[in-house]
Structure formats: structure tokens, C-alpha cells
């Protein structure tokens, strides 16, 4: 019985051993091609700033999670932060709705927000992520999906153990001209010349377009970084976890085990005892 358990839990340290260097190999990749992607989307940031607060009618949490579990509290955080966000943006004659990428948050959040989901989205890291790949999924977004303010929720990459949940705030080009137009942080955009043909209206729809697939493009990359360096931690953590068990199983067997020794010694004794008397 001991033996079988403690061959069971040798296994699964082989298994999580091997998962948590699979992790750290494809982290090194990862982690170069996300650092160089925070470049798109800071320009945008520095014109049309970032504006979490904004109060609008139409708000869509865009929620991005992973496909694979076994990764820590990476999934249940973004969950919670997009339900808590969408409570402080609904009321009155507001409206807010989800869109999902990855499979485990789309299964917690159907459980009590099923109504409210737009569009979920799974599978998005079967392939190595690339800005194309992502371009067309923002399109997708943008074509089937009405908002005038869209929170994008991620968890952005710190160090191996550690990632902080963010939230990315995109205003729709009429919102980003409403904006504008009142002052604050868009009032400088007039400020701007425009050449060519193009209205100021044509150059902001442009500019959301672009700026939504490149601020998506990093947050599914910072994202799949934090999952990978939390996989590390979580893996690391179970072996270590393992091998203190498979410590106590051994002591276990071996007490057992000298037990039945020296029972069987006693016995051996007692009938020679016996047997010369």
C-alpha cells in the first residue's frame, strides 16, 4: 500500500518537474518578444492617454486568461477584477458586456454572468502569438462588438513570481472625440495637424483601430508570459511539495518495514526458544 503510493508520487514529481521546464523554455521566448512589444502601445498612450474612469453608456471588459490551467491564481484574478469592474460601470441606462479569451476564464465566468458575455474566444496560443494573428482577432472584435469604451483586463509580467493585474482602457473614436472636445487629458489633441484628405474623424477611427490590436497584441503576450512564469512557480512549488511527501511515505515504510523485521526475529527466537526447552 505505502509502496504504491510512494511510486505514485514519484510520478507526479517526474510529471511536474517536466512541466515547470517546458515552462521555463518557452518563458525565455516569450518574455524577449513581450518586452519588445510594450514599444506599440506607449505612443498611443502619450496621445490619447488612458482614461480608466471615463464615464460612457456602452462598456465592454475584454478578459483575457488562459486556455491550460495548473498555473496559480493568474485566471481567478482577472475574473474577479473584470466582475468588480463591471459593477462600478454599470447603473442606470448603462450597458456592459464580456468578451472572453481563453477557455478557463470563459468557465468561470459563464457560471454567473452568462447573459452578459459577447464573445469568447479560445485556443489563442495553439500557435506561437503574432501581431497578425492577433490583428485579425481585434478586427473580429471590433466588427461584432458595439462599445464606446473597452477595458481590456491582463495580467502584465513582473519577474517569474510575480504579475500585476492591469487594465488598459480603449475609447471608441466618437467617445475619443466627445473627449476632446470637453478638454482634460484629449484636449490636446486639436493641437494636431492633419494632412491629407482624411477628416479628423477618418484619422481617430484609424488610430482606435490600430491602437486596440496593439494593446491586445501585448496584454495576450504579457499574459502568456505571467502563465508561464506562474506554471514555473506552481510546478516548482508541487515537486518541492512531492518530495517532502514521498520523505514522510519513505520513513513511513521503512518504520513498517523494521517492524515486521523485527517481529519476525522475535518469532524466529521464541521457537528456537521454544524448540530447546
Not at 512557480?233 to 515486521?260: I, P
Request: net charge neutral; charged share 25%.
Amino acid at each position: 500500500m505505502v509502496r504504491n503510493r510512494m511510486k505514485s508520487v514519484r510520478n507526479i514529481q517526474k510529471i511536474t518537474k517536466a512541466m515547470k521546464m517546458v515552462a521555463a523554455s518557452k518563458l525565455r521566448a516569450v518574455q524577449t518578444r513581450t518586452e519588445n512589444s510594450r514599444g506599440l502601445w506607449q505612443p498611443f498612450t502619450a496621445l490619447l492617454g488612458d482614461a480608466p474612469s471615463v464615464d460612457v453608456k456602452k462598456n465592454v471588459i475584454v478578459t483575457v486568461s488562459s486556455d491550460k490551467g495548473l498555473c496559480g491564481g493568474i485566471n481567478s484574478t482577472s475574473v474577479k477584477i473584470s466582475k468588480a469592474l463591471a459593477k462600478v460601470t454599470s447603473g442606470p441606462e448603462k450597458e456592459t458586456k464580456y468578451v472572453i479569451l481563453g477557455e478557463k476564464g470563459k468557465v468561470q465566468m459563464v457560471r454567473d454572468s452568462k447573459t452578459s458575455i459577447e464573445l469568447t474566444i479560445s485556443e489563442l496560443q495553439k500557435n506561437p502569438l503574432n501581431y497578425t494573428q492577433v490583428a485579425v482577432l481585434a478586427d473580429d472584435i471590433l466588427k461584432n462588438v458595439e462599445f464606446d469604451a473597452l477595458r481590456i483586463i491582463f495580467n502584465k509580467f513582473h519577474s517569474v513570481v510575480s504579475f500585476i493585474p492591469t487594465v488598459s482602457t480603449l475609447l471608441s473614436p466618437e467617445a475619443i472625440e466627445k473627449e476632446s472636445e470637453a478638454g482634460g487629458k484629449l484636449g490636446d489633441l486639436d493641437s494636431y495637424e492633419i494632412e491629407g484628405g482624411e477628416t479628423k474623424s477618418e484619422v481617430l477611427q484609424n488610430l482606435a483601430e490600430f491602437q486596440f490590436s496593439c494593446v491586445l497584441f501585448n496584454a495576450v503576450l504579457e499574459n502568456a508570459c505571467s502563465e508561464l512564469g506562474a506554471r514555473m512557480s506552481a510546478m516548482d512549488s508541487s515537486s518541492r511539495n512531492a518530495g517532502e511527501m514521498l520523505d514522510r511515505l519513505t520513513l513511513t515504510y521503512n518504520r513498517t518495514r523494521q517492524a515486521s523485521i523485527t517481529t519476525e526475529l522475535t518469532e524466529i527466537i521464541s521457537g528456537a526458544s521454544a524448540l530447546e526447552g
